[in-house]
């Protein structure tokens, strides 16, 4: 299993991004897709996740109305749309894939079995 995170970059406050992940060796629609974020000197923490299907997703509380996690499962990819970007959110963004986590667990980066290389996302006050 691969998974290949790009979109990165340099944003100024206020902007937006939008982080692509491919994955390959594993079908996605059967799996939990997530994004989790780790800024310097903390830990990894949850962004957003998609359901197996795609049909549920939910996000942190900080990033609530501002991001948004969508999957082509089509194409295997899972996207987040981050947009009104802060300051705070930058970090390195990771996507995850995690075919055996159950609703409780999907914030848990624990409960994932696969991440990808990571994409730094640094927004300038």
């Known amino acids: 299993v691969q998974l290949q995170a790009s979109g990165g970059g340099f944003v100024q406050a206020g902007g937006s991004l939008r982080l692509s992940c491919a994955a390959s060796?594993?079908?996605?629609?059967?799996?939990?897709m997530g994004w989790f974020r780790q800024a310097p000197g903390k830990e990894r923490e949850f962004v957003a996740a998609s359901a197996r299907g795609g049909g549920s997703t939910s996000s942190a509380d900080s990033v609530k109305g501002r991001f948004t996690i969508s999957r082509d499962n089509a194409k295997n990819t899972v996207y987040l749309q981050m947009n009104s970007l802060k300051s705070e959110d930058t970090a390195v963004y990771y996507c995850a894939v995690g075919c055996r986590v159950i609703a409780s667990e999907q914030r848990n980066p624990a409960a994932y079995g696969y991440w990808g290389q990571g994409t730094l996302v640094t927004v300038s006050s």
């Open positions: 060796g594993v079908t996605i629609r059967s799996c939990y």
